[in-house]
């Protein structure tokens, strides 16, 4: 395997258990949860962990790769502390949306697919979070922030400031 990047031993402990949860020939099912893995002691996906998990899944890099860049829930990229993914689709939009994402881009001095100076924020826009009867919204995580305000906004940015 890649001697560039490495699981610590407890991730790749759960590697190995997640890969032998699949038959043989078959392996390629672990493929998200090693994902998952890899971004968490990461923080993010990179090419070099994506070669590694195919090297481990005995696949092709361009099977890991092409699961990797569909799934907006993988960071290709380095992403600050907090990753905002904001709603971008017409229920959020029609809800006050745009006015709101307009604030929340002007608050963090950042567009889209930026970090903050700090590191703390990342900006991803997103298609529907599933929350269309609640929008405007965004998620950090697993958590959902619905009925956003600017002012919601602004207070959500300074708690998780501190």
């Given at each position: 395997?890649?001697?560039?990047?490495?699981?610590?031993?407890?991730?790749?402990?759960?590697?190995?258990?997640?890969?032998?949860?699949?038959?043989?020939?078959?392996?390629?099912?672990?493929?998200?949860?090693?994902?998952?893995?890899a971004?968490?002691?990461?923080?993010?996906?990179?090419?070099?962990?994506?070669?590694?998990?195919?090297?481990m899944?005995?696949?092709?890099?361009?099977?890991?790769?092409?699961?990797a860049?569909?799934?907006?829930?993988?960071?290709?990229e380095?992403v600050?502390?907090?990753?905002?993914?904001?709603?971008?689709?017409?229920?959020?939009?029609?809800?006050?949306?745009?006015?709101?994402?307009?604030?929340?881009?002007?608050?963090?001095?950042?567009?889209?697919?930026?970090?903050?100076?700090?590191?703390?924020?990342?900006?991803?826009?997103?298609?529907?979070?599933?929350?269309?009867?609640?929008?405007p919204?965004?998620?950090?995580?697993?958590?959902?922030?619905?009925?956003?305000?600017n002012?919601?906004?602004?207070?959500?940015?300074?708690?998780?400031?501190?």
């Open positions: 395997m890649s001697d560039k990047i490495a699981f610590s031993e407890d991730r790749l402990a759960k590697a190995k258990e997640i890969i032998l949860r699949y038959p043989e020939g078959k392996q390629k099912s672990a493929l998200l949860p090693l994902l998952h893995l971004q968490e002691q990461f923080g993010w996906v990179s090419a070099a962990s994506m070669d590694y998990i195919a090297e899944l005995q696949i092709e890099p361009i099977e890991v790769y092409e699961v860049t569909f799934y907006t829930m993988f960071h290709l380095p600050g502390k907090h990753v905002i993914e904001y709603c971008r689709t017409g229920p959020c939009c029609t809800m006050g949306g745009e006015e709101v994402y307009d604030h929340l881009k002007t608050k963090l001095k950042i567009e889209a697919n930026q970090t903050t100076s700090n590191g703390l924020f990342t900006l991803k826009e997103v298609e529907c979070l599933a929350a269309c009867g609640w929008g919204c965004f998620q950090i995580r697993e958590k959902f922030y619905m009925h956003l305000t002012e919601k906004v602004d207070g959500i940015i300074e708690e998780l400031s501190k």
